[in-house]
């Protein structure tokens, strides 16, 4: 099993930055990437971006140029750095981890509620 606890968040103004963290724990070297996505009211939850073992990331087109995900292995953390924010970016953000070497799982935060004023 791996869980994961989030941090970081909050409110801010359009234009602003935050940095979310996750932090993993349990069976992390059955960790095969990790990521974040995001649920905004009445809409589907959505890919915001992932980052493999092997540090390839992947980002959502939206985001793509404002956002930037890195990896801590030391401290087995994943961050979200978050530029230019807008009121679209406006959701509940959940990290995820994808594990397992022969039965693939995966595991959820617990979600940290990201507000973008405008």
């Known amino acids: 099993q791996v869980q994961l606890v989030e941090s970081g968040g909050g409110l801010v103004q359009a234009g602003g930055s935050l940095r979310l963290s996750c932090a993993a724990s349990?069976?992390?070297?059955?960790?095969?990437?990790m990521g974040w996505y995001r649920q905004a009211p009445g809409k589907q939850r959505e890919l915001v971006a992932t980052?493999?073992?092997?540090?390839?990331?992947n980002y959502a087109w939206s985001v793509k140029g404002r956002f930037t995900l890195s990896r801590d292995n030391a401290k087995n953390t994943v961050y979200l750095q978050m530029n230019s924010l807008k009121p679209e970016d406006t959701a509940v953000y959940y990290c995820?981890?994808?594990?397992?070497?022969?039965?693939?799982?995966?595991?959820w935060g617990q979600g940290t509620q990201v507000t973008v004023s405008s």
């Open positions: 995820n981890a994808d594990w397992g070497a022969t039965t693939p799982s995966r595991s």
């Open positions: 980052i493999t073992n092997s540090g390839y990331t």
């Open positions: 349990g069976s992390i070297f059955s960790i095969n990437a």
